[in-house]
């Protein structure tokens, strides 16, 4: 692969604020996309059983829960893989 035909890595700072604002847009950015949306099904997957395991009388956040926490996990795993793609 020559020179002309690489892409230049996007900046981690870059990816970092796609995946917090969007859930797998981080890792769309650096080009693992499969990964992206596999975060985004277990999102989704562990909102609804958390949703589906909690009463009304829980806050949004906590009828979330579950999903919200593999979105956290997501962020840094993005950032991560983004620095090493761009600082290699």
Same mark, same amino acid.
């Given at each position: 692969m020559t020179t +002309?035909?690489?892409k230049k890595p996007v900046h981690p700072y870059l990816v970092l604020a796609l995946a917090i604002l969007f859930p797998g847009a981080g890792h769309v +950015? *650096? #080009?693992q996309a499969g !990964? #992206? %949306?596999i975060y *985004?099904?277990? /999102?989704v %997957?562990?909102?609804m059983l958390s949703y589906a395991t909690t009463t009304p009388e829980h806050s949004f956040l906590g009828r979330h829960a579950g999903g919200l926490f593999v979105w956290a %996990?997501? /962020?840094p795993d993005a950032? !991560?893989?983004a620095r090493l793609a761009h600082f290699t």
């Open positions: +002309a035909t690489m +950015a *650096i #080009g !990964r #992206g %949306l *985004i099904f277990f /999102i %997957l562990f909102a %996990l997501s /962020i950032y !991560r893989r």
